[in-house]
């Protein structure tokens, strides 16, 4: 490929991917798919490690979550101090992975990245018939004290590596017996603000961000979520859902034969 060319696509593919990511959390979620691998060669290109990339990435996708909360503060205020033991297990669980991850050695990230990928996209192909299953196993009944305590856990992973964290949370609700969709939503958003949201605070303060790319990734994946919000009810979810897992694949087997074959 003619060197200008390959400059020009280098150059374009953070960008280009930190907005469809803005859409596709908006849409459907797994955003992380598109952004990560575009930041990862964005930032190993000037040698900066893959633990800065992924706190970086977290950072620039957290203020999707905020606009999401406020827009879905109404339904959130009916709760009132109810949500107060939900959002203290997300931001406990949240710090804890995001400080598991500082200790994350850049080699072992790297080794563990195609199977987080992986675990996610599986998460994304499973989580309506596994929601299902799950609700139909709280016989109607409420959990709360389950829920609290399987926040802590799922919101570990979330301030780890986020990508499919949704799904996670959406099946520990049909567990634990909260099956009003309207409900579910509103929750997942606060859990997600929080969960993400805290350990990004520890990523800034412990200087594990890369701003120069940070900022242009942020400004990008929030315009991308305000258009996706503005189109969300004209695209099939279905077909965005399964669009989504695939891209999921494909970029969890991108890093297998990387880690595995390129890289033995």
């Known amino acids: 490929m003619d ?8 150059s374009l593919w953070l960008p280009v991917a930190s907005f469809f990511a803005g859409v596709l959390n908006t849409i459907a979620g797994g955003g992380s798919f598109l952004s990560l691998p575009a930041l990862l060669a964005s930032t190993s290109a000037v040698g900066v490690g893959a633990v800065t990339a992924q706190a970086t990435n977290t950072v620039a996708l957290w203020p999707g979550q905020l606009t999401s909360l406020v827009a879905f503060r109404r339904q959130l205020r ?3 101090w109810s949500l107060l033991p939900l959002g203290i297990a997300s931001a406990i ?4 992975g995001g400080l598991l991850l500082m200790r994350t050695g850049n080699k ?5 990245l195609p199977w987080l990928l992986l ?3 599986v998460m994304f ?3 309506f018939p596994l929601g299902r299953w799950l609700a139909n196993l709280s016989n109607g009944r409420r959990y709360s004290k389950w829920l609290v305590a399987g926040m802590v856990a799922v919101s570990v992973y979330v301030g780890y590596f986020g990508a499919g964290g949704g799904f996670l949370v959406m099946a520990l609700f049909g567990i634990c017996g909260v099956t009003d969709i309207h409900e579910m939503n509103a929750l997942k958003v ?4 929080v969960s993400i949201g805290i350990p990004s605070v520890t990523f800034m303060f412990a200087q594990r961000v890369e701003w120069r790319f940070c900022l242009i990734m942020a400004i990008l994946a929030g315009i991308g979520g305000y258009l996706g919000a503005h189109f969300s009810r004209k695209v099939n979810q279905r077909a965005m859902r399964w669009t989504v897992a695939s891209i999921g694949f494909i970029t969890a087997g991108y890093f297998f034969l990387q880690n595995y074959l390129w890289h033995p």
């Open 3 to 10: 060197p200008f060319i390959l400059q020009l696509v280098r």
């Open 125 to 127: 192909v499973l989580s």
């Open 108 to 112: 072992m990230f790297r080794e563990l």
């Open 93 to 96: 669980g949240g710090e804890i």
């Open 119 to 121: 675990f996610a996209a």
């Open 190 to 193: 606060l859990t997600a603000a």
């Open 78 to 80: 009916t709760y009132g």
